[in-house]
């Protein structure tokens, strides 16, 4: 199925435009039996199950390859990182079919080697959609709208405080460089129909102008931010809809709220509890 149709159709199976992040860290899983890919297959396990019993199902998942690929130690032969990756995605597919699946891993170079990032994250993960950084260009871009049934989602306006070191330069028509940049990915969505965009939650503002931008050109958002890092998804909704942008196209994400909120302290005993509670919480915030 084309990206933007299983946008669409994941967001009204599930009646909401939620994106779980799944990032785990080590240091916070509630198993630790000495075997990393275990442990992290059933925490997932366990939390899927929850997830499901409870009805709560999220309109798009999240990994980002570095918390998995970081695990990995080639030189001692050990990649459970990356296997739990495989575990986790395979987990995704079984417990929840129909909904997508985007690559967190903020990939550009020039273009053969984007093509390989573009076959890594196709080919080899087989997700649904990959970020992509846009700062080398065009040709560098180009690799991944090439897969033409796969989503694409171009750094904008990102949530980290230091996005505004660049993002927010102005150019000399005196507009900032997160609209000269959104501009360009409302074309190449144009050429391409599965090309969006990050933009995060926690620069309302930003937010607002670009979201009433793309809204007729019907770009795709993928909208981190919101949780640990301070977005607020009730927030977001409101400046979705108050832009008129089409709601099935935007995914907010949260990451560590749902998997690991208790941070590097203990794990408390009724986890599943906490997790669910807060993935119920943005479900409720994000629905259509």
Not at 29 to 39: K, Q, V
Not at 211 to 229: D, E, H, K, N
Request: glycine fraction near 8%; charge should be negative.
């Amino acid at each position: 199925m084309q990206y933007r149709a299983l946008l669409e159709a994941s967001a009204k199976q599930v009646g909401n435009i939620a994106c779980m992040g799944l990032d785990p860290q080590r240091e916070s899983l509630p198993l630790d039996s000495g075997d990393l890919r275990t442990d992290v297959n059933a925490f997932f396990q366990q939390l899927f199950r929850r997830m499901v019993l409870s009805g709560l199902i999220p309109a798009a998942f999240k990994p980002n390859i570095g918390y998995y690929q970081s695990l990995d130690k080639p030189r001692e032969e050990d990649f459970s990182g990356s296997l739990a990756l495989v575990d986790v995605l395979d987990l995704v597919e079984n417990f929840f079919p129909g909904i997508p699946v985007i690559l967190d891993s903020k990939r550009g170079d020039i273009a053969r080697s984007s093509l390989n990032y573009a076959q890594e994250a196709f080919d080899a993960w087989a997700c649904d959609a990959v970020t992509v950084a846009p700062y080398m260009g065009s040709d560098s871009v180009k690799p991944f709208t090439d897969f033409e049934d796969k989503g694409v989602y171009i750094l904008n306006r990102t949530s980290n405080p230091g996005g505004r070191d660049l993002q927010n330069l102005l150019l000399s028509d005196q507009r900032p460089l997160y609209l000269e940049v959104a501009s360009q990915i409302a074309a190449y969505n144009d050429r391409r129909g599965c090309v969006g965009a990050v933009v995060g939650a926690t620069n309302l503002d930003e937010l607002r102008s670009i979201a009433a931008f793309y809204q007729a050109q019907r770009v795709p958002m993928l909208i981190p931010g919101v949780g640990s890092q301070g977005g607020s998804a009730t927030e977001v909704m409101e400046i979705l809809r108050t832009t008129g942008y089409p709601l099935v196209l935007a995914r907010i994400n949260s990451s560590s709220a749902l998997t690991h909120p208790w941070k590097q302290g203990p794990v408390p005993e009724d986890w599943l509890e906490i997790c669910e509670a807060n993935l119920r919480q943005l479900i409720m915030e994000t629905a259509l």
